[in-house]
């Protein structure tokens, strides 16, 4: 699959670098150098500078033949253009938002967006995670090859703390994509062991 991810944080970059880790293609847009320097950094020339908002950036990103665009922009206006821009270069392209605001939700709820990401819930996620055991979140579902990718995050008394990934029951078939710390550092060594407020990125088959 060809995948588009507008706005580069730290969100983006998870979903990014576990996309690329499957085998798929994947280009980052992004406005600031900075941000552009660090996907050139950890992952090689995988990003394009300027505004997805921008119809000559968006072809120049390739939306035309892309299966995903993600909107992961921290503006919500940004990410409603973006999408609606690159649905309309490509009416087959599935198009994926983070909603940043919760009463901003309405505006989404039309056919430009395929699925809508709501930024409370993740945040809501990290809050939960704190003050229980663990929990397990879905952030991404591909419809298409059935699949989700979820986050499992550890409280500060979980059980799975001290335990590796391969000591962790996680659900049938699934496929670890990376450990993040609570500091933000992502490892691709799983066997190493969880700390509290780790999460654990994961994919996982769906019935079809």
């Known amino acids: 699959m060809y995948i588009i991810i507008a706005g580069i944080n730290n969100l983006s970059y998870q979903l990014g670098?576990?996309?690329i880790t499957q085998g798929n293609e994947v280009t980052f847009i992004d406005p600031k150098q900075s941000n552009a320097d660090r996907i050139e950094k950890s992952l090689g020339?995988?990003?394009i500078l300027g505004n997805s908002y921008n119809k000559k950036t968006l072809l120049e990103a390739g939306v035309d033949r892309a299966d995903y665009f993600i909107?992961?922009?921290?503006?919500?206006?940004?990410?409603?253009?973006?999408?609606?821009?690159?649905?309309?270069?490509?009416?087959?392209?599935?198009?994926?938002?983070?909603?940043?605001s919760k009463k901003n939700?309405?505006?989404?709820?039309?056919?430009?967006?395929?699925y809508i990401v709501d930024y409370d819930?993740?945040?809501?996620?990290?809050?939960?995670?704190?003050?229980?055991d663990y929990s397990n979140m879905?952030?991404?579902?591909?419809?298409d090859n059935y699949t989700e990718i979820?986050?499992?995050?550890?409280?500060?008394?979980?059980?799975?703390?001290g335990k590796s990934v391969s000591e962790i029951e996680l659900p049938n078939n699934s496929k670890v994509i990376a450990i993040i710390s609570s500091s933000g550092n992502?490892?691709?060594?799983?066997?190493?062991?969880?700390?509290?407020?780790?999460?654990?990125?994961?994919?996982?088959?769906?019935?079809?």
């Not at 499992?152 to 703390?161: F, L």
Request: some cysteine; overall charge negative.
């Open 17 to 19: 670098e576990g996309f």
């Open 45 to 47: 020339f995988l990003s």
């Open 71 to 100: 909107a992961a922009h921290q503006n919500d206006e940004n990410n409603l253009v973006s999408c609606q821009i690159a649905k309309f270069i490509n009416s087959d392209i599935k198009v994926i938002t983070l909603l940043n």
């Open 138 to 143: 879905n952030i991404f579902t591909d419809n």
């Open 121 to 132: 819930e993740i945040l809501g996620n990290s809050i939960n995670s704190y003050i229980s």
């Open 105 to 114: 939700r309405e505006i989404f709820l039309n056919d430009d967006f395929d």
């Open 186 to 208: 992502i490892s691709h060594n799983f066997s190493n062991t969880i700390n509290s407020l780790d999460k654990i990125i994961f994919q996982v088959p769906i019935n079809k």
């Open 150 to 161: 979820r986050i499992m995050s550890a409280g500060t008394d979980s059980r799975i703390i």
